[in-house]
């Protein structure tokens, strides 16, 4: 045969394409003859040879066709297909093997008719039925494409032509939707519309529906997109109608034009992405304006029977001009209730949001009040009264676009039985009151025996309640704050003397009255803030070290005292307050440390324990409870306290966990306290008579790169007064005749409690999948080889690997008593295969033992990554405070392609943290929590595409990290790096930028070392970090 054939074909414009093609080396006759005909017969090598009219009626078949063994059943050796008898639709059969696919098109003068064709697989016959729909007379030409496997590197290639002739008008035309395998293998069924890809929205009209049945386990999501593959907000509404057993999917055009219709599937079990179904175009017309469109919806809405009144037909709440709030309004079922939040960029504002019901409409009255202009989204939810025991399920969301706010206001803080019991309050709705004012109350409160309210910590009865109204009238007065604590403590302590006198002799309760102190634990984790709380609450003078360092932590338990040095009556007698700050209970690993709090407090005897996190800590509150329980038996007051309260958004999450965990001491009171010039009243929450919770800033919070906004100093003395009013006569009573009966109970009192040492030890945690090049990475970024590596395909790190780098400090001269620093470059096993709690617990048993400096995470363009995973362990990190850097490597290794998807995901998952704050040296930057860029760790060297790249990004990913550090995480990075000579010589003109090192100081650095710059530099950067830490 020629040659020709197996190197190349012709194109469609006829022009020769060069493309080797194995399958003419040796091809069969009986296949060569469906698509070449030799002029000579007997190069047909055919036992009976075939003329030229029999050739012309053969279907045209490719070479793919017989390598991946199809076979035309229908029609049969014949090129010409026939419309089914009596219908406007002709069928092709195909049988094939399990993993063969099929697609096709339908062409009328090489333009392909949209709707024209269908195919499904019947598993039973292996066999592919192929349907095709003309719509109009003429000669149609059907292609079927085939390929191997369900992998998307398999291209489909063109297996057989066929021929469909219509030479009289079709009577009753039709089409078919875009339909996918998925559709077949969930056994979905379209109800309507039928017989149609094309539905037409005209005329007035504002929706298209698409009805279809499913298994009961199966679900469905929809989405609309416009020609340009844009999806519509609010585009899609898709609900299973309970009553007619189907899913009903709505879909709303914006505007005249082209849409997709594009319906998804999966089954109820499956944890993964939905997949495409089935789509159907739509060809709006006339669309009036404003258009319909429709709000998030889920499951839940359509189950509960919800129905929403107002806003109707549209997916955006309305915002009156010069408003301070907005509503929605929603009908429900009798035994449904419902609750709403108001979110701003992804965090929600306390008391902005209010759900009561109407009962004169019998509706529920949603009220939204934002805090600043912007886009806002409006969250509904809802549950059965019989299901009380669980929490709420979003059944809506409403975008709110607030342009122009008069006023901000927050509502009434309201509780559960508010919506339970379908109460309302029409005034007032502004949840901060004036002070020295007569306000009216007017309220709905269906059913109650009795009303009462607390004005100002005073019960007093309600007057003008009429079920289910209330009408009556308070006076606010000024929210009272005593801020002489210690004053009033000694009343207390004085009349104490007074008791004991009635009982004891004089000497024994002098001896009581002298021993006279109240301890105070602190209990926490590291930098939480307990040593700046303790400062706060010993009238601000400085008594505990205070650090912001991520090295500051309580490594010991430390007594500060506050003395009462007031002037003093005759008959009063001066007292101490001891407050004994505590190592952080992450620590207790085991049974002994909660044993040893324990017998501490026994030894203490304190009249208050203060359990302290801040926004974004590590808390375990299940560490906490055998405490709060063992002090509940010993009747020692216990106060959780959100330390930092403006240091995170987190800080209402933090309160409610704490409000949840003293649920067992008693009923829940909230006290407010003014915080004038501010309208906010600071509340604090009082469990029964043995617990509080309350937020505290216990130093002025300023962070410039935030807001220019500066805050104060708040709920400090909030909290000392709380606790000094708990401890009533009767508790001090009972602490002093403990004190009689322990006569020796001063002198046991031991300062060191836990001691552990200061050791300057640091960590560098590097993940990823296997193969990705950590190894190598940790090589390049020390400068030297630290870490063992491999280019063989089974070599990964099997183990946790730790690499240790001991520095002395270049500043301490006396070697013996030189601080060391330790750093530890851990280096993780492949983490595919890990979880969530793998992720939290492997940084916690890290932070145990050492101060993470950074977080590095690899991924190369070639390699496996779970996005999920990366997420855990960013979202980990960041509540950690350790400094993420995400890095591409081997970035030469996977393509241009697979290089930029690796990015664009890094970036993807940073900005739901912080956004974007700078890009520069092809590193991305976000703020001071993270980083992402690519690098080439080793040189790389493609020899068959004569391609060499040296090392590149090292220097600036070591700069990058460098620079977003701080204090003393600086140093041991810094230390971690002191060997890459590299870095040292080639960073040197930024390192002294960014430092703002003069130019004269560098060049007389680097006369007096010489050659050595890198030696120099290095020393020259860590004095500089030194002075200013």
Request: hydrophobic share 35%; net charge neutral.
């Amino acid at each position: 045969m020629e040659s020709t054939w197996a190197a190349g074909h012709l194109t469609e414009q006829k022009a020769f394409q060069r493309e080797l093609n194995s399958y003419y080396f040796l091809p069969r006759p009986n296949e060569m003859i469906d698509h070449h005909l030799p002029e000579n017969e007997k190069w047909q090598l055919l036992r009976q040879p075939i003329k030229m009219e029999q050739y012309l009626q053969l279907p045209k078949i490719h070479p793919i066709y017989f390598q991946l063994n199809l076979d035309l059943i229908s029609p049969r050796h014949q090129v010409n297909v026939d419309l089914l008898p009596g219908k406007p639709i002709a069928l092709v059969l195909i049988r094939a093997p399990s993993d063969v696919h099929l697609i096709a098109d339908l062409k009328l003068h090489n333009q392909k008719i949209e709707g024209g064709h269908r195919l499904k697989f019947d598993d039973n016959k292996q066999m592919h039925y192929c349907y095709f729909a003309p719509n109009s007379i003429g000669k149609y030409k059907i292609t079927i494409y085939a390929k191997q496997g369900d992998t998307e590197k398999e291209t489909y290639g063109e297996a057989l032509n066929l021929t469909l002739n219509v030479n009289q008008i079709l009577k009753n035309p039709i089409s078919f939707p875009e339909i996918w395998k998925n559709f077949f293998d969930l056994n979905l069924n379209i109800i309507s519309p039928k017989n149609t890809h094309l539905i037409k929205v005209h005329n007035g009209q504002t929706y298209a529906e698409i009805l279809i049945q499913t298994p009961n386990d199966v679900e469905l999501l929809g989405r609309l997109v416009n020609s340009h593959g844009e999806k519509i907000e609010g585009g899609h509404q898709v609900f299973y109608d309970q009553h007619k057993s189907l899913w009903r999917c709505k879909f709303a055009p914006n505007y005249d034009g082209m849409f997709n219709a594009e319906i998804m599937a999966k089954k109820k079990s499956d944890t993964g992405l939905y997949e495409s179904a089935v789509s159907f175009k739509i060809d709006a017309r006339n669309i009036p304006t404003p258009p319909l469109s429709y709000p998030i919806t889920w499951s839940p809405f359509y189950e509960l029977g919800l129905k929403i009144e107002a806003p109707r037909n549209r997916a955006t709440a309305v915002w009156p001009e010069n408003a301070s709030y907005t509503e929605i309004r929603m009908s429900a079922p009798n035994n449904v209730e419902l609750s709403c939040d108001i979110e701003f960029n992804g965090s929600k504002n306390e008391n902005c949001a209010l759900a009561q019901f109407d009962n004169d409409k019998q509706q529920w009255q949603l009220l939204f009040a934002p805090q600043c202009t912007g886009l806002h989204k409006l969250i509904i939810y809802a549950r059965r009264q019989s299901d009380s025991q669980t929490s709420f399920n979003a059944v809506a969301e409403f975008d709110l676009n607030v342009t122009k706010l008069r006023k901000t206001i927050k509502f009434p803080l309201t509780y559960a039985k508010f919506q339970t019991n379908k109460c309302r309050i029409y005034e007032p709705l502004h949840g901060t009151l004036k002070r020295d004012a007569i306000l009216p109350i007017h309220c709905v409160i269906p059913g109650a025996d009795d009303v009462d309210l607390q004005v100002d910590s005073q019960w007093m009865k309600a007057k003008g309640y009429k079920d289910p109204v209330l009408r009556t009238e308070i006076k606010v007065g000024k929210p009272k704050c005593n801020r002489n604590t210690l004053g009033n403590l000694a009343k207390k302590v004085t009349n104490v003397q007074n008791s004991l006198s009635k009982d004891l002799y004089q000497p024994e309760v002098d001896y009581a009255i002298e021993k006279i102190q109240f301890n105070i634990l602190i209990v926490g984790s590291p930098r939480v803030g307990k040593s700046e709380l303790i400062n706060a609450l010993c009238n601000g003078k400085c008594r505990a070290e205070t650090s912001s360092s991520l090295n500051s932590c309580t490594k010991e338990v430390r007594c500060y005292v506050l003395e009462d040095d007031r002037q003093h009556k005759s008959d009063e007698q001066p007292f101490k307050i001891n407050f004994y700050d505590t190592p952080g209970i992450e620590s207790w690993i085991n049974q002994s440390g909660k044993k040893t709090m324990l017998e501490f407090i026994e030894e203490k005897n304190p009249v208050c324990l203060i359990y302290c996190a801040s926004p974004g800590s590590f808390a375990d509150l299940k560490q906490v409870h055998p405490v709060l329980e063992f002090c509940k038996s010993k009747d020692i007051f216990c106060a959780l306290v959100c330390t930092n309260m403006w240091s995170g958004s987190n800080r209402h999450m933090v309160i409610k966990e704490f409000e949840k965990e003293l649920q067992f001491f008693g009923e829940q009171i909230d006290k407010f306290a003014d915080q004038s010039p501010s309208q906010t009243h600071h509340k604090v929450s009082f469990f029964g008579k043995g617990a509080l919770c309350t937020m505290v800033n216990s130093k002025e919070y300023h962070d410039p790169d935030l807001s220019d906004k500066r805050m104060p100093v708040q709920g400090i003395d909030e909290l000392i007064h709380s606790i000094m009013e708990s401890l009533d006569q009767e508790k001090l009573l009972a602490w002093c005749y403990a004190v009689l009966h322990r006569r020796t109970y001063w002198e046991k009192i031991n300062n060191i409690f836990l001691a552990t040492s200061m050791a300057k030890e640091y960590s560098i945690v590097v993940c990823g999948s296997a193969r990705v090049g950590k190894s190598t990475l940790v090589n390049a970024i020390c400068g030297k080889k630290v870490a063992r590596t491999s280019s063989s395909l089974c070599s990964h790190t099997e183990r946790m690997e730790k690499y240790i780098i001991n520095r002395n400090d270049i500043f301490t001269n006396d070697h013996d008593n030189s601080v060391r620093y330790t750093i530890t470059i851990y280096d993780t096993p492949g983490i595919e295969s890990w979880t969530e709690e793998h992720v939290r617990s492997y940084l916690s048993n890290i932070m145990q033992t050492s101060k993470p400096v950074c977080m590095i995470y690899c991924a190369s363009p070639g390699s496996f990554a779970r996005l999920d995973q990366l997420q855990w362990l960013v979202n980990t990190c960041i509540q950690s405070n350790i400094f993420c850097a995400l890095v591409c490597t081997n970035k030469y290794s996977g393509g241009h392609e697979k290089r930029t998807q690796v990015m664009q995901d890094f970036h993807s998952l940073l900005t739901r943290y912080h956004g974007m704050t700078r890009d520069e040296n092809m590193i991305k930057y976000y703020g001071d929590v993270a980083l992402c860029t690519a690098v080439n760790s080793i040189v790389y060297e493609d020899r068959d595409l004569c391609v060499r790249k040296e090392a590149e990004g090292i220097n600036e990913l070591i700069f990058g990290i460098l620079t977003s550090l701080k204090d003393d995480k600086i140093v041991a990075w810094c230390y971690t790096v002191a060997d890459n000579e590299s870095f040292w010589t080639k960073m040197g003109s930024k390192l002294t930028e960014f430092f703002k090192i003069s130019q004269p100081v560098v060049e007389k650095f680097f006369q007096e070392h010489g050659k050595e710059i890198a030696t120099a530099l290095f020393g020259l950067i860590m004095t500089v970090i030194k002075r200013k830490m």
